[in-house]
C-alpha cells in the first residue's frame, strides 16, 4: 500500500474523538472504550503494517477480473502425487488470512506431518467487495450466490480446473452450499463450518434471527439464558447490516477506530476466547485484518453483502433432494452450540435431527467441544483434520 495510504491512517487515529463509557469495564454496553484505546494506541505506535505485508506477500497474490468483477486470491501449489485443487471462502468480519494457519497444512502436508496424499492446490480469494477484491463499482447486488458462480468461473475457466473442492465458514459456507447445490458434477464435494439452510437469508424478517417467534415458556433456565446468549451475539449486526448497511458505512469508512470497535465486537463475541480476546487473536493479528478493510476502504462493501443476500433471495437451481448434492463435510464447534447440546455426540445429533439436514449430502460430520466461530483461526488442526477426512474418499 502506498505510504501516502498509512500516513493518512495514523492522521485519523491521532485525532480520535472518544465517547465517554463510564461502567463499561464488563464490555455490557459494548466494546470497552479502556481496551479500544490501548487497542488504537498500539495501532498509532507498535503496529507494522510492512510487516504484515511481507508475510502476506510471501505467498502468491494475484488479481484477476471474472465476468467484470475484480477477484484477488491468495495461492499455495501442492506439494504431493496428485494435489487437488480447494477453494477457501471467508465471511464477515474475516479476510482471506483468516485461512493463514491451515494454507501451509492443507498444501503441503508431508512438510507438517501429514501424508504428502493429502495434498490441494489451495486458492484462497477475497470475497468480492472485501479487501484485495474491491471496490464494486459495477456490482453493487453482490450476494453470496452470486459469488458461487464468480467462484465456479475462476476455478474452471480461468484457473483451468475440470474438477475442484470447495471449503467455507460463516457466509462462505453459504457460497461453498450453493456451489455443491448448482455444480456438484463438477465438485469433489464440499467441507463447511457450518450446516445452514441455503434460504437462510430469504424473507421478510431475515434480519430477526427469531423469525419473530417468543421464547416459549417453561425452558430450563439453561436452556432459556443460551436462547437469549446466542441472540444477544448474532442479532446487532444482521439486523444493522441488512436494514441501514450504507447509513454505518459513512462513520466506519471515515473513523479507523470506530471501524475496528464494530468488527473487534464481533471478533471478541464470537471466538472462544474465555473473556479474554488476546489468547485468540493477539493485537497484531486484530489489527492485520482490520488493516485490510481498512487500506482498501471495503468495510462499507463488505457489510452490504447481508442485505443483498435478503434483497435477492436465493432461488433453487433444480428440485432434487438433497438440495446440495454434492459430498460434504461439516466441523461443529462447542461454542456454537445451540441450546441443550453440550457435548459432541448431541451436537451431531441435534444437527441430523433438524431441518437443515435434509438439505445435505452429508459424509462426514465431526463435532469439537472447543473453538468458536472463525474455526480455520481457533482451531487449525482439528479443520484440517476434518477436511482432509471429508475428501480423503472422494479423490
Known amino acids: 500500500m502506498p505510504d501516502a495510504v498509512l500516513t493518512d491512517l495514523l492522521a485519523r487515529l491521532d485525532s480520535t474523538r472518544w465517547p465517554d463509557d463510564v461502567g463499561n469495564d464488563d464490555w455490557f454496553y459494548g466494546v470497552s472504550r479502556a481496551y479500544l484505546q490501548e487497542l488504537v494506541d498500539y495501532w498509532r505506535t507498535a503496529y507494522d503494517w510492512r510487516k504484515a505485508e511481507a508475510a502476506i506477500n510471501a505467498y502468491e497474490q494475484h488479481r484477476v477480473e471474472v465476468d467484470g468483477v475484480p477477484v484477488h486470491f491468495m495461492r499455495r501449489a501442492g506439494k504431493g502425487p496428485a494435489p ?233 437451481s433444480h428440485d432434487r433432494w438433497p438440495v446440495i448434492e454434492a459430498p460434504t463435510g461439516i466441523t461443529f464447534v462447542g461454542y456454537e452450540n445451540p441450546p441443550g447440546v453440550s457435548t459432541a455426540d448431541e451436537r451431531v445429533r441435534d444437527f441430523i435431527d433438524s431441518d437443515r439436514a435434509a438439505w445435505y449430502n452429508h459424509t462426514n460430520l465431526t463435532a469439537h467441544d472447543h473453538g468458536g466461530h472463525f474455526i480455520p483461526w481457533e482451531i487449525p488442526g482439528e479443520w484440517v483434520d476434518d477436511l482432509r477426512r471429508t475428501f480423503r474418499p472422494l479423490r
Open 84 to 316: 487437488v485443487p480447494l477453494v477457501l471462502t471467508h465471511g464477515w468480519p474475516w479476510t482471506f488470512w483468516h485461512w493463514s494457519k491451515v494454507i501451509d497444512p492443507l498444501a503441503d502436508p508431508g512438510a507438517h506431518g501429514g501424508d504428502p496424499a493429502d495434498a490441494f492446490d489451495v486458492i484462497v480469494p477475497s470475497f468480492p467487495g472485501f479487501g484485495f477484491s474491491g471496490p464494486l463499482p459495477n456490482n453493487p447486488d453482490m450476494n453470496y450466490w452470486k459469488v458461487a458462480d464468480l467462484w465456479h468461473v475462476l476455478m474452471t475457466r480461468v484457473l483451468g480446473h475440470e474438477k475442484y473442492a470447495a471449503a467455507g465458514c460463516d457466509v462462505g459456507a453459504l457460497v461453498t452450499g450453493q456451489l455443491g447445490h448448482k455444480y456438484a458434477d463438477e465438485l469433489y464435494g464440499i467441507h463447511i463450518g457450518s450446516g445452514l439452510r441455503l434460504d437462510f437469508f430469504n424473507g421478510d424478517r431475515a434480519w430477526d434471527i427469531s423469525r419473530g417467534r417468543p421464547i416459549p415458556d417453561g425452558l430450563p433456565a439453561d436452556v432459556h439464558a443460551r436462547i437469549v446468549e446466542l441472540e444477544k451475539r448474532f442479532a446487532v449486526h444482521l439486523t444493522a447490516h441488512m436494514l441501514d448497511p450504507s447509513t454505518l458505512a459513512y462513520g466506519l469508512s471515515d473513523s479507523p477506530a470506530g471501524m475496528l470497535a464494530w468488527i473487534l465486537r464481533r471478533w471478541a463475541s464470537w471466538s472462544d476466547d474465555g473473556g479474554d480476546i488476546e489468547s485468540v487473536f493477539g493485537k497484531d493479528d486484530l489489527l492485520t485484518h482490520a488493516m485490510i478493510f481498512w487500506v482498501t476502504n471495503s468495510i462499507g462493501t463488505s457489510i452490504r453483502t447481508y442485505a443483498n443476500n435478503n434483497r435477492y433471495p436465493w432461488t433453487p
